[in-house]
């Protein structure tokens, strides 16, 4: 068991898990979360014992909708049935059932998460779980749920609460825009974002694409999220939204802990024979074939663990990873994360998500002498008959080829996708070094001192 909370209030923490509210259409689970943290809070004065989470589930799901991100409210208050109802009425009324969001929420009154719940959220951040073991789990645990739709969202509402989020983190403040504004464009200030990205640097992340020159805090479809900043620090986040000056009114803001940005899908090291489809891990192994580029530049080789089980990884063109990948020759020790994906003919395929080069192999190149006089490189004469120079005809008898060294053009370290490429849970450069640990009273500490939610509406 985990204690999470204190134990000062007679009443039980109440955990809510919400996941699959949203479609292609719009709508998103962390706004629904938003208006019902905004609820807990002027409604029924909730007090809120940790940041709303956002937690990020394995990216290799093929049946996600976006971003496949679960939301977990963990709150402390009197009403918790009158909450219950609340609640259920508004994911009802405001998720898209029926155009592809399959809901499910959670309650769970209890103190302390249970070990087989703290399991079941660690299986969701790198393997599939079935809705039927989710419920299992939830019935064991005496966690009430409902299902929507198909009630997919069940195992990310419960991975969600089970997620306690107690090692490393990151914040993201989304801002919301108001129902008038919906799907109109967003505009923002890109020199104010750049800037602002500059100077918190390291300590926020992908808000801003130096190389490419891109602008990275405002999503694209017909969604209420106007921008999220993403960062290290809740303050420094809102901080960077607030000096955005965003000239259109917004209907507010909530700051998320979350697990993106922090490779937690990556964690576990597997072997090639554990590597089902859709799942994700790493490997340390050894690279087994040459490199090939393929049709849209797309690099593709094989890899091969310590037991010699192979497989193939492919490096997309899109991840600015293929000129190191298109580097690597046989032998090379490797590690990488990866993802595992399923190709059409039912080949099972790595999608590298980072590389680390921990050992080049030495590659020679046996050429022939060089003339003394001319520096051209000389021909064979036939075996063993030396070698001329079919400029100045100069002729050598007795050297043979001569071996050499051949640069091999890439260092070890670790190489990861370009900001564009990035998927919500890769943990980016400039994270590497300053992950952060977890302390409860830090939290709530920061919970008292920051307006982190705000749904009031106006500027921001
Ligand atoms: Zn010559």
């Given at each position: 068991?985990?204690?999470i ?24 689970t962390?706004?629904?979360?938003y ?6 809070v ?7 014992i ?9 990216p290799?799901?093929?049946f996600k ?32 059932i ?27 951040m ?14 064991k ?35 919301y ?11 923002t ?19 801003f694409?130096k ?39 917004l209907?507010?803001y ?9 490779n ?12 089902k ?6 490997i ?32 997309y ?14 032998g090379?020790k490797?590690?990488i ?28 190149e ?26 100045c ?9 001569i ?58």
């Open positions: 068991m985990m204690m909370g204190n134990n000062a209030f007679n009443t039980k923490i109440l955990h809510i898990g919400i996941d699959d509210t949203d479609s292609i259409n719009g709508r998103c962390t706004h629904l979360s208006l019902i943290a905004g609820i807990l002027k409604k029924f004065h909730a007090e809120f940790d940041f709303p989470l956002l937690i990020r589930l394995n290799n799901v093929p909708t976006r971003g496949n991100g679960a939301v977990c409210l963990r709150i402390k208050c009197n009403y918790y049935e009158k909450i219950k109802e609340e609640i259920t009425q508004i994911v009802e009324k405001y998720s898209e029926g155009y592809g969001a399959n809901p499910g929420l959670a309650f769970y009154e209890e103190n302390n998460i249970s070990k087989d719940l703290l399991q079941f959220s660690k299986n969701a790198d393997t599939i779980l079935s809705k039927q073991l989710a419920i299992k789990i939830a019935k645990n005496n966690i009430q749920f409902r299902l929507f739709g198909k009630g997919h969202g069940i195992v990310g509402a419960l991975s969600a609460i089970g997620c306690l989020l107690d090692s490393d983190h990151t914040f993201e403040t989304l801002a825009r108001r129902e008038q504004n919906i799907g109109k464009i967003r505009k200030n890109d020199v104010k974002v750049k800037r602002l990205s500059d100077e918190s640097y390291p300590y926020t992340y992908n808000n694409d190389k490419n020159s891109r602008i990275l805090i405002t999503p694209h479809g017909p969604d209420p999220v106007f921008c999220g900043i993403r960062g290290e620090d809740p303050l420094l986040t809102l901080f960077f939204l607030k000096n955005l000056c965003i000239e259109e009114e209907d507010g909530m700051i998320f802990r979350s697990n993106q940005g922090t937690l899908h990556l964690t576990k090291e597997n072997k090639v024979t554990d590597m489809p859709y799942t994700a891990g790493h340390n192994c050894e690279v087994a074939t040459t490199p090939n580029t393929i049709k849209g530049g797309h690099v593709i080789f094989k890899i091969k663990d310590k037991y010699n089980c192979m497989l193939p990884v492919a490096v063109q899109p991840t600015g990873l293929t000129k190191i990948a298109k580097k690597l020759t046989i090379d490797i590690e994360g990866y993802g595992v994906h399923l190709k059409s003919n039912n080949q099972t395929t790595l999608n590298l998500e980072y590389l680390v080069v921990k050992e080049l192999v030495r590659v020679f046996v050429k022939n002498p060089v003339c003394t006089k001319c520096s051209k490189s000389m021909k064979s004469e036939g075996k063993n008959k030396g070698y001329q120079c079919s400029v005809k100069t002729r050598i008898g007795s050297v043979g080829k071996k050499s060294e051949k640069d091999r053009e890439i260092n070890s370290g670790l190489y990861i996708p370009e900001p564009i490429a990035h998927r919500h849970l890769t943990k980016p450069l400039p994270r590497y070094g300053i992950e952060k640990r977890f302390d409860r009273f830090d939290i709530i500490l920061m919970l008292k001192s920051i307006t982190w939610i705000k749904n009031s509406g106006g500027l921001i």
